[in-house]
């Protein structure tokens, strides 16, 4: 049957290249309907426990996406005219962006003042001209309050922020993002005109600036890094191949197999990520093995004077097997990323594990019409090079004790290295040192307001039960547990603004200030205090409207995730031993989000990783009919992803959301490598040839192969560090690693275990 199927493929040549390319096209049509989202959200699944959490907190109080703009005069003046100005009128615009729910911000500020036993609030800078002394007793009042330093005023009183806090509807994400992204630019360009703007830098951060900056590199990678791979790997494949014709079908594969993968993201309704967005660039890469290993056979056929028809009927005997099992078991390696917790990442498995089966049809379909009609003439391995893989070959046979022995000490310090890895990731150096997004971010770190925060709502379990005391004194507890704490800066919480209103109430007594007595008296305080306040501003950020939860924002100092991680879990181990009257809760927020989930996301790809071998491993015992192969072909399997996590932890020793997946990614490639060189070597053995003679035979007729695609690959993915998005960059390093080790693995490692393993 499989004879048949190739002389179809031969005769039927036009036909089916002519099915393949309108198929390609069919498929690539679906990028039409390409739709991209750049939301942080979308790396985190919709049963994520981190973004229940967060959701939950956006239900009940206010939603998370802000947008902060640093301000710092020159001369370090807050509190001047101009700088008073600038705040003024950049909150009342940030206003009017949309989808803007409310600002916070020195001038928006309404302090609660005692007088005679009545409550007063009025705004901390009051309109019109100020007096030098105004302005100074309006700066020591402001220095003194707790609930704005650190926040909106930096503690040495020398930058302030404007908060401006979004409620999008995420039915659009991208569109909505890229409204607020554009409408922010422009009202900065409409503050830079004006006269009060002289002499103030300004600086843009928080989540809404998170979500602007992810948008800015995804497509800055989708503008760069396609036509960048395209030309390398044309120009590669020109050199290694020594052929236009071969290049050019190779190419011609690549782009069909590309398009398609593409293409099926359209017609999936997949929305591409910064993850998924690298499918096509990887099937790119992934494609060329299929096309390198049969033109490099008709190459040699071809020498030794066989017809092109000959030649191609010879390549698709020798190679249909293999490729066909490579591709398979490349698609079993991807689609195991289904076990992701990351929504992007089952994406990128999806769409890839679609792209390689395409490129191996492709290949079949197109490359017999292509090299009949265009015969190759020039093979890709001169004599010398065949020469040369027979002298590695004798070598490794010479001196495959000491390199058995080298292997084993290489393992077991990757081995004892991979602890070194820390999980985690800081969305901050998800970008370049110059970023804006970044460079802004670190300055209002630095200067005004930690931005790495984690939220708490504790639930009282009744309408206004969290004004109850015994509720509010845990809560208090819980807040001077926390500043305690070496990672935390600042604690925020209704507690503030109550022990406020309690000394405001009293005539500003110092004595008075610790939280009411009854649940009916903080009622009466709160009251008052947003009946006095201007419309549209009140404290439900901080105690939900029916005043049955309340909110605690913890900010911390720049730490790692995994330090993040760690403080959460002492705190919830506080609030267990604790608190009675108040519902223990976890953290929530972007920093904890994406502190939990490289953790979570590598535990579960261990699984997805296992299973897949367990898989492949089965087919390799089918295709081979061998246990003791079988068997052979799981240590240059295994090893390299080894290997590269423990050359990882040895040198940049964080493993991040990204690199969770590398292992079961790399899996399904490099075994490609191992079965066709056992492929060759198991058809020597089974002709009779000895173990020593069945390397030498493997070694020189795939060899060139298997360096040409190794060299693709590792190029391929090495490109991927020039993106200026720190997870593609670490996922390219990785992954180019583990497919360098795997090349030496099968060269160097394969051979020694074959000849001690595989002796009868």
């Known amino acids: 049957m499989l004879q048949s199927a190739r002389e179809g493929l031969i005769v039927w040549r036009g036909v089916c290249a002519a099915v393949a390319v309108l198929v390609s096209l069919i498929a690539s049509a679906g990028m039409m309907y390409l739709s991209f989202t750049t939301d942080y959200r979308a790396f985190f699944s919709e049963d994520n426990p981190d973004l229940k959490q967060l959701e939950f907190i956006e239900q009940n109080f206010a939603r998370a996406e802000t947008l902060v703009i640093t301000l710092a005069p020159e001369d370090g003046a807050v509190f001047s005219a101009d700088t008073l100005d600038a705040v003024r009128w950049l909150s009342d615009q940030a206003l009017r962006l949309p989808y803007a729910k409310g600002v916070s911000s020195i001038t928006e500020y309404y302090p609660a003042r005692g007088r005679e036993g009545e409550l007063v609030v009025q705004p901390l800078i009051p309109e019109g001209p100020l007096t030098d002394s105004a302005r100074a007793a309006i700066r020591a009042e402001a220095l003194a309050d707790e609930r ?66 992810m948008s800015d590199t995804l497509l800055g990678e989708a503008r760069s890094l396609y036509p960048i791979a395209f030309v390398v790997m044309f120009l590669l494949l020109g050199l290694l191949l020594r052929s236009f014709t071969a290049t050019a079908a190779t190419i011609a594969v690549i782009l069909m197999s590309a398009g398609t993968t593409m293409g099926a993201a359209g017609w999936l309704g997949i929305t591409l990520t910064s993850p998924s967005l690298t499918a096509g660039l990887v099937v790119m890469t ?50 195991g990323l289904n076990l992701s917790d990351s929504p992007p990442y089952r994406d990128l498995g999806n769409l890839v594990a679609i792209g390689v089966m395409a490129a191996f049809v492709f290949s079949l379909l197109f490359l017999p019409w292509w090299t009949l009609r265009f015969p190759v003439r020039r093979p890709p391995v001169t004599k010398g090079v065949q020469q040369g893989l027979v002298r590695l070959a004798d070598g490794v046979i010479r001196w495959r004790r000491p390199l058995l022995a080298g292997g084993l000490v290489i393992v077991v310090v990757a081995i004892v290295a991979i602890p070194q890895n820390r999980f985690g990731d800081d969305y901050v150096q998800f970008f370049e040192e110059d970023h804006p997004f970044r460079v802004a971010t670190e300055f209002t770190n630095e200067e005004l307001t930690g931005m790495q925060y984690v939220e708490y709502v504790f639930d009282a379990s009744g ?52 939280l009411p007595d009854t649940r009916q008296e903080a009622a009466q305080y709160l009251l008052l205090y947003e009946l006095s306040l201007p419309s549209g501003v009140d404290v439900t950020h901080l105690v939900n409207i029916h005043k049955s939860a309340a909110r605690m924002s913890v900010q911390l100092d720049t730490i790692s995730s995994e330090a993040i991680r760690q403080f959460d879990q002492r ?146 993915f090495a490109l991927f560090t020039t993106s ?36 009868r």
């Open 148 to 213: 704005i330093t650190g926040i909106m005023l930096a503690r040495d009183g020398d930058v302030t922020g404007i908060i401006a806090h979004f409620e999008l509807p995420h039915e659009t994400p991208e569109k909505e993002i890229q409204d607020v992204a554009n409408a922010t630019r422009d009202m900065m360009a409409r503050f830079a005109q004006q006269p009060f703007a002289d002499g103030i830098t300004t600086h843009l951060a928080g989540v809404m600036m998170l979500n602007d900056a």
């Open 571 to 716: 705190a919830l181990a506080w609030q267990q031993a604790n608190l009675q009257a108040a519902e223990v809760t976890r953290g929530a927020g972007v920093s904890i989000m994406f502190a939990h989930i490289a953790r979570r996301n590598f535990v579960s790809m261990l699984w997805g990783t296992g299973i897949a071998f367990v898989v492949i491993c089965l087919m390799l015992l089918a295709a081979f009919r061998s246990p003791r192969l079988a068997l052979i072909s799981m240590a240059p399997n295994l090893l390299p992803a080894i290997i590269g996590f423990g050359v990882w932890g040895l040198t940049i020793g964080q493993v991040g959301l990204s690199l969770a997946v590398v292992g079961s990614l790399t899996l399904g490639i490099i075994v490609d490598d191992t079965l066709h060189l056992l492929n060759r070597y198991a058809r020597a053995r089974r002709d009779g040839a000895t173990p020593e003679d069945a390397i030498r035979e493997a070694l020189s007729q795939v060899g060139l192969a298997l360096g040409i695609t190794s060299l693709v690959l590792f190029t391929g």
């Open 463 to 514: 309408d206004g039960q969290a004004l109850e005391p015994d509720f509010l004194r845990e809560l208090d507890a819980y807040a001077e547990w926390l500043r305690q704490q070496p990672e935390v800066r600042k604690v925020s919480s209704i507690i503030g603004v109550l022990e406020s209103l309690h000394r405001a109430m009293n005539d500003g007594d110092p004595a008075f200030e610790r």
């Open 724 to 759: 200026g998005f720190l997870l593609t960059v670490h996922f390219g390093a990785l992954t180019a690693i583990v497919i360098a080790a795997a090349l030496l693995a099968d060269f160097l490692l394969l051979p020694p275990l074959l000849l001690w393993l595989d002796r």
């Open 286 to 335: 992934l494609a060329v093995a299929d096309c390198v290993h049969m033109l490099s056979t008709i190459g040699l056929r071809a020498v030794q004077g066989d017809t092109p028809r000959t030649a191609m009927l010879h390549s698709l005997r020798v190679n249909f097997l293999p490729i066909l099992l490579t591709s398979v078991t490349t698609s079993i390696g991807f689609l």
